[in-house]
């Protein structure tokens, strides 16, 4: 079993930062990819960024020059800093893990409860 937890949300200005972070746990564990998703009230969830073990990365179109995801493996821990937020940006983020135990090849996902970001003025 792995758990994410997840902090770095609030309330922002447009054109304001943040920075999300978000940190795995658990034991006899390897991470595949880390990412971030976001749902705004009534939409779907959707992919913001993602970041596989070897560094490479993804992201949304509409994030795209804004936000910079960014891990650190010794940790565990991923990060999402958001710049020049837009009020359209608003949603619960949401941390995803793609995990695997042991010799096995399946993959696990896991997500996190989510932590609230608003932009407001």
């Known amino acids: 079993q792995v758990q994410l937890v997840e902090s770095g949300g609030g309330l922002v200005q447009p054109g304001g930062s943040l920075r999300l972070s978000c940190a795995a746990s658990?034991?006899?564990?390897?991470?595949?990819?880390m990412g971030w998703y976001r749902q705004a009230p009534g939409k779907l969830r959707e992919l913001v960024a993602k970041i596989t073990s070897g560094g490479s990365t993804n992201y949304a179109d509409s994030v795209k020059g804004r936000f910079t995801i960014s891990r650190d493996n010794a940790k565990n821990t991923v990060y999402l800093q958001m710049n020049s937020l837009k009020p359209e940006d608003t949603a619960v983020y949401y941390c995803?893990?793609?995990?695997?135990?042991?010799?096995?090849?399946?993959?696990?996902?896991?997500w996190g409860q989510g932590t609230q970001v608003t932009v407001s003025s």
């Open positions: 658990g034991s006899s564990f390897r991470i595949n990819a």
């Open positions: 995803n893990a793609a995990v695997v135990y042991g010799s096995s090849w399946f993959e696990h996902a896991y």
